[in-house]
């Protein structure tokens, strides 16, 4: 490594459970790439101050997580095609003195869900209108879901994806009004927690286990802790479930591909990420 390498990171808030930063790190080592990740907390208020910062220290990407996936639109030059369709940005790029917006998110989760299911034929409840929600919604139409639920409390953000999808795919999508009381449609195959519901001191995600259809696969965004209390609602409920653990990586992978043209290995991120979770102290 250098004195002067190049930089990278993540921008977000709540950022402390974020341990992206040590599964990037190890494969920048491990590949003998130049550059070092940085994992900030940045709150909404300071979002175009980070971004200005990236680009007078000259960063050559970053990450953005909740809540800024969309907010950071307008403060970037571009807008790769996967982005400008999802409507939402996990993965800023440098090129040419300006920032691509790409977005990686809905790549990675397929990659993460394909290890147990395949997505073609899928009916798939999505909770949450952000960011991670239209990027799993429209990459999830993409792959051939037959029909979409999108929840939300505001039910304007949903209907917003549900137009998107409806318009971009061929799939069929619905915006459902999130209450309390909401419950798996007899119908569905899927269901992912696209809220950073269930991170520590958040709350629990209101979904009804009660009564669920047969071999239900219950997927959650939500990284650390992997094994939330959602996955564990859903596994007492006889559902399978998936942790947000391989959607992370799999993104990962794919941003320091996009940042320094390595495909870097998956198995070295893997283990560094297994062991920041681990080690790592709920407050």
């Known amino acids: 490594m250098s004195l002067?390498?190049?930089?990278?990171?993540?921008f977000s808030t709540p950022a402390a459970g974020n341990p992206t930063v040590a599964m990037m790190e190890a494969a920048?080592?491990?590949?003998?790439?130049?550059?070092?990740?940085?994992?900030?907390?940045v709150a909404?208020?300071?979002?175009?101050?980070?971004?200005?910062?990236?680009?007078?220290?000259?960063?050559?990407?970053?990450?953005?997580?909740?809540?800024?996936?969309?907010?950071?639109?307008e403060l970037l030059d571009e807008l790769a095609q996967s982005a400008r369709l999802i409507g939402a940005v996990n993965c800023a790029v440098r090129r040419d003195n300006g920032w691509i917006g790409e977005n990686t998110d809905g790549q990675g989760f397929l990659a993460s869900l394909r290890a147990i299911a395949d997505p073609t034929g899928q009916r798939v409840l999505i909770l949450g209108a952000g960011g991670a929600a239209r990027a799993i919604a429209v990459e999830l139409a993409l792959a051939?879901?037959?029909?979409?639920?999108?929840?939300?409390?505001?039910i304007t953000k949903a209907a917003e994806i549900a137009a998107l999808v409806t318009a971009e795919t061929a799939s069929a999508c619905t915006a459902v009004e999130w209450h309390r009381d909401l419950t798996v449609?007899?119908?569905?195959?899927?269901?992912?927690?696209?809220?950073?519901?269930?991170l520590p001191g958040s709350g629990e995600v209101p979904l009804s286990f009660d009564s669920i259809p047969p071999d239900l696969v219950v997927c959650d965004v939500i990284p650390n802790p992997p094994d939330t209390t959602f996955l564990q609602?859903?596994?007492?409920?006889?559902?399978?479930?998936?942790d947000g653990r391989g959607m992370l990586l799999n993104q990962g992978a794919i941003n320091i591909e996009l940042w320094t043209g390595v495909d870097p290995d998956r198995e070295v991120m893997g283990r560094a990420l297994d062991e920041a979770i681990a080690g790592w102290v709920h407050p």
Not at 28 to 41: K, L
């Open 144 to 154: 051939g879901a037959a029909e979409l639920w999108v929840a939300n409390r505001n």
């Open 44 to 73: 909404a208020e300071g979002l175009a101050d980070a971004v200005r910062g990236a680009t007078a220290m000259g960063w050559i990407g970053f990450n953005c997580s909740l809540p800024h996936k969309v907010a950071v639109i």
């Open 233 to 242: 609602r859903a596994r007492q409920a006889g559902a399978a479930t998936l």
């Open 4 to 10: 002067l390498p190049a930089l990278t990171g993540s």
């Open 185 to 198: 449609p007899e119908s569905a195959t899927l269901v992912v927690n696209a809220t950073s519901l269930g």
């Open 28 to 41: 920048y080592a491990h590949h003998g790439i130049d550059a070092r990740y940085v994992n900030c907390d």
